[in-house]
């Protein structure tokens, strides 16, 4: 079976700042391992995936995360915030190739000016 | 990107009706498609798996004879809440699989009253 923790249901940062969203996993399987974005009332979009290929992952708007397997974590960073990544986060994990994902309970960014 | 469209995206109906919502791969043929609720400022919880031409795969707990899924086409799969009550009522989210992608529609929010 496979589980995420997002540590941190809320996080606030100000424009330009370092965004940190953390994220641990537990898998009996080499996880395949996904950060999701979702607006209100909408559906979610795809940030990046690791599917065991490179551990530093790049993904859509600047932002980036490193798988590290030592930690169990999957941490989403983005270097400098913008008003338009204010929004909810999940980090999401499957078994190696099955795509049944299990959802973190996500992480509410907010932005300030 | 391959675009999953969910109908309706809003639908209020009375305690006692039956509801159904489509969810439709537009531009792509989707091997899998699955279907998650996610309750207010919640994560989403994976209800039931669906494969085109056989039965739908459900996680414990959830009532497959309330959450009737149909998956008839390659690019078309249907959740019908059965007899709705208002604990029903929740955003209904699917996503549909291709090879390694997997893509998410908008969202049907039900709302039972």
């Known amino acids: 079976a496979q589980s995420v923790t997002q540590l941190g249901s809320h996080v606030s940062v100000s424009e330009g700042a370092l965004v940190l969203l953390r994220c641990n996993y537990s898998?009996?399987?080499?996880?395949?391992l996904f950060w999701y974005v979702q607006y209100p009332n909408q559906g979610l979009q795809l940030l990046l995936k690791?599917?065991?290929?490179?551990?530093l992952v790049k993904g859509i708007n600047g932002f980036e995360a490193e798988f590290k397997k030592s930690e169990t974590s999957f941490h989403l960073t983005k270097p400098s915030a913008h008003m338009s990544d204010a929004a909810e986060y999940f980090c999401a994990v499957s078994g190696s190739n099955d795509y049944k994902l299990s959802f973190g309970a996500g992480t509410t960014v907010t932005v300030r000016a | 990107g391959a675009v999953v469209s969910q109908h309706p995206s809003w639908v209020i109906c009375k305690s006692g009706t039956s509801v159904k919502i489509e969810c439709r791969s537009l531009?792509?043929?989707?091997?899998?498609m699955f279907w998650y609720r996610q309750f207010p400022k919640q994560s989403l919880m994976l209800m039931a798996t669906s494969n085109e031409g056989s039965k739908a795969t459900y996680e414990q707990g959830v009532e497959k004879d309330k959450f009737l899924i149909n998956h008839a086409s390659l690019t078309l799969s249907t959740l019908t809440v059965t007899s709705a009550h208002p604990e029903d009522s929740s955003f209904y989210i699917c996503s549909a699989r291709v090879g390694g992608a997997l893509f998410f529609g908008e969202g049907s929010r039900l709302t039972v009253l």
């Open positions: 898998s009996s399987v080499p996880p395949y």
């Open positions: 690791y599917t065991s290929a490179a551990t």
């Open positions: 531009d792509f043929q989707a091997t899998t």
